[in-house]
């Protein structure tokens, strides 16, 4: 991911505080980090190598208990 220019907030004395991203960056972040979680959850699921479904049944067992 390129940032354009990177604009920081500061407080009083001048020190970093925070920084502005545009509304893609922060999406692309938010995107990156939902791949991660998937990608963690997979490990952990592999880790406990207890049988698997396939994705249909995993779909629509999750609509059944979420109504």
């Known amino acids: 991911m390129q940032t354009q220019q990177q604009q920081y907030l500061k407080d009083n004395n001048g020190k970093n505080v925070g920084i502005f991203l545009t509304i893609k960056e922060y ?31 995993a779909i629509k067992i999750r609509k059944q208990k979420n109504g």
Not at 30 to 53: F, S
Request: proline share 6%.
């Open 27 to 57: 999406e692309m972040i938010l995107e990156k980090l939902e791949e991660l979680e998937d990608i963690k959850d997979y490990d952990e699921a592999k880790v406990k190598n207890e049988p698997t479904i396939p994705l249909r049944e």
